[in-house]
């Protein structure tokens, strides 16, 4: 095995976070959670199906309401944009301001849905949903943790919905993926390819 060259890599200081110190492909998910009498969405990248089975998590932190929310209420949605909705998304990172709640300044401006199976909001127009019950929440992450929950139910918009006869590369020209490219960038995916498993491969 050769030697990592190491005069063609800048070694990061992991004295301090690395992540904005180079790209990283993610998704973009907002999460809807109960909050007091109203609602509160939130914008995460570090989210991601929980293994293979209906379960699916996301990193928070005990300083923003969304960890409070999940751990009071037992539930969380999810919801997918479509990458036309990245300014509403963008919007439902606004902060709350002074005595107003976020419900009340920012969430009724948004265009929300009520979950089918649970008191918490989704984005209308996603292309994804999960309702979802907490699973169990992993603190200890420095100042952040991980939320787990499993999916209760799930819903996908008809185009985006894999069906073996359609030709997965033209559905998805047709129906693009939103990604956030961490830290502070988004990207617009409707160019794909097969990928190249070995033969015989199994997951």
Not at 90 to 113: M, Q, T, V, W
Request: contains cysteine; charged residues 20%.
């Amino acid at each position: 095995m050769q030697k990592l060259a190491e005069s063609d890599l800048v070694q990061l200081d992991v004295d301090t976070p690395i992540w904005d110190r180079t790209f990283m492909v993610a998704p973009l998910v907002i999460i809807g959670t109960q909050e007091n009498d109203g609602y509160d969405l939130a914008p995460k990248h570090m989210a991601t199906p929980m293994g293979f089975d209906n379960y699916f998590g996301f990193v928070c932190t005990p300083n923003h309401g969304t960890y409070h929310n999940v751990k009071k209420h037992g539930c969380f949605t999810v919801s997918f944009p479509t990458p036309d909705q990245i300014i509403t998304a963008s919007l439902s990172a606004s902060p709350r301001s002074g005595d107003i709640s976020k419900s009340a300044g920012i969430i009724e401006a948004l265009p929300i849905a009520e979950a089918t199976s649970m008191h918490a909001p989704l984005l209308c127009d996603a292309y994804l949903y999960f309702e979802c019950d907490l699973f169990k929440i992993v603190d200890g992450f420095g100042e952040n943790s991980l939320i787990t929950g499993s999916i209760r139910k799930a819903f996908v918009q008809k185009g985006y919905l894999r069906i073996s006869e359609l030709d997965e590369a033209d559905q998805l020209q047709k129906y693009p993926l939103l990604a956030y490219i961490a830290m502070g960038r988004f990207a617009n995916i409707s160019n794909t390819y097969n990928f190249p498993f070995p033969k015989d491969f199994k997951r």
